[in-house]
């Protein structure tokens, strides 16, 4: 017989909605949307929005990714065009620079793994994402911007 006991699991309804799109990349005009930032991973789960035809950054994954594209088209130029519905699987210590194939903007769903990082062409890090900086760049536009925050890693 099993003496444990199950344990209750608890669902937590994350409504992003009235969160704001921060910028996550100048160049591409890359915007973020943060759902859920988890400390004790590093994960960050968010929305990412690229205008139609632009490339984002070239950046470096040290854990995997998860992307479900909600809208338009991109590619990592290897062939295959994810559309609306499409998973994309990214392993650990990939680094790639999608390009947004679409007439319209692209969005995607993403689940990363332990934050990622901007690289240049010598693959020099020009900026880090993580969860804790992630969340300050929120804290910081919703403060400057006299919006409600909330707890992202709650």
């Known amino acids: 017989m099993n003496d444990s006991t199950p344990q209750d699991s608890y669902a937590t309804y994350i409504r992003c909605d009235d969160d704001p799109w921060l910028l996550?990349?100048?160049?591409?005009?890359?915007?973020?949307?943060?759902?859920?930032?988890?400390?004790?991973?590093?994960?960050i789960v968010c929305l990412?929005?690229?205008?139609?035809?632009?490339?984002?950054?070239?950046?470096?994954?040290a854990?995997?990714?998860?992307?479900?594209?909600?809208?338009?088209?991109?590619?990592?130029?290897?062939?295959?065009?994810?559309?609306?519905?499409?998973?994309?699987?990214?392993?650990?210590?990939?680094?790639?620079?999608?390009?947004?194939?679409?007439?319209?903007?692209t969005t995607i769903f993403a689940i990363i793994q332990g934050g990622f990082e901007f690289v240049d062409e010598q693959d020099q890090i020009t900026a880090r994402c993580t969860w804790k900086n992630l969340n300050d760049i929120y804290v910081d536009h919703c403060q400057k911007n006299d919006l409600k925050m909330r707890d992202l890693t709650a």
């Open 24 to 43: 996550l990349d100048s160049t591409s005009g890359a915007e973020i949307k943060l759902c859920r930032l988890t400390p004790s991973t590093g994960e």
């Open 48 to 61: 990412i929005r690229v205008p139609a035809g632009q490339t984002l950054a070239k950046h470096y994954h």
């Open 63 to 105: 854990g995997t990714v998860v992307v479900y594209t909600i809208d338009g088209t991109w590619s990592y130029n290897e062939g295959w065009n994810a559309s609306p519905g499409d998973v994309v699987y990214e392993p650990a210590g990939s680094t790639h620079a999608p390009t947004m194939t679409g007439t319209g903007p």
